[in-house]
């Protein structure tokens, strides 16, 4: 498969793996092992400094980091955190998440583009979570963000992609990574994400809360994979009635 790249850097695995929802670091480890990811994000969160951290296992499974400044409902909010996550892990990457409404966690996107115009001009590196809206995106992308990243349907709920005419009209109006974020519910839903022309997948729950945490990592990383493959074959069209496979010509005549 082809690599991704995202503000320079090359990835081999098109699927980032959220470490939110996790049972426990055993099984967080073993899934992130299967999936063959090599970028994770972590929520910026105050802990012990004596408690084992998952900052731990990530350390231990050799993958890069992706501060995420979940929990963030203001441009204010979610500008300090970067800045924090830039100091305690030495990296200037982020995902920008500015939610608006507690109950669907669906970002604010006036907050949203003021955090990014602010980070974007201090030098971050910034991944938007975002609406499946186009204008917004475009809007993003002009601003200097490194990718964007619209949600398949709300954080955790498991829908999967909810408007896929609006993903396709992504892929085709930015220049920048298109990284599904949120809603993938299933290995079937990663796939259509990447056979809609996104350039990755960023998922959590899917795995984190799966009763086999390991095994659906595997199928994720294998549906993407597929998806991916599957975009750049590309489909044949879709038609109103059927269309022999086989010509008549040359038939018997019986």
């Known amino acids: 498969m082809d690599d991704l790249v995202i503000a320079g850097r090359r990835f081999t ?16 480890k073993a899934a992130i092992t299967a999936s063959g990811t090599e970028l994770v994000t972590v929520a910026l969160r105050r802990v012990s400094a004596d408690a084992p951290s998952v900052l731990d296992v990530v350390e231990d499974c050799g993958v890069a980091l992706l501060p995420n400044t979940a929990g963030c409902f203001t441009a204010e909010q979610a500008v300090r955190t970067a800045h924090l996550a830039r100091e305690a892990f030495d990296t200037d990457w982020v995902k920008l998440e500015v939610i608006g409404d507690e109950d669907t966690l669906l970002p604010d996107p006036v907050e949203l583009t003021a955090a990014a ?32 990243m619209p949600l398949g349907s709300p954080i955790g709920s498991g829908l999967g992609i909810r408007n896929p005419h609006n993903f396709a009209l992504i892929r085709e109006r930015v220049d920048v990574p298109v990284i599904c974020d949120a809603g993938i ?61 086989s010509t008549f010509e040359g038939m018997a005549e019986l």
């Open 13 to 28: 695995s098109r699927l980032i793996l959220g470490t939110g929802g996790a049972s426990g670091h055993a099984p967080l």
């Open 117 to 148: 115009r602010r980070l974007v001009d201090d030098g971050f590196t910034v991944l938007p979570y975002i609406p499946d809206d186009p204008v917004l995106a475009i809007r993003l992308a002009e601003l200097g963000c490194a990718a964007v």
């Open 185 to 245: 519910g299933t290995a079937s839903d990663a796939a259509l994400a990447m056979e809609l022309g996104c350039d990755a997948v960023l998922l959590a729950s899917s795995v984190t809360r799966a009763a086999e945490p390991s095994m659906m990592a595997t199928a994720m990383r294998q549906a993407v994979i597929a998806g991916r493959l599957a975009h750049r074959a590309g489909r044949i069209p879709r038609r109103r009635y059927a269309e022999a496979s």
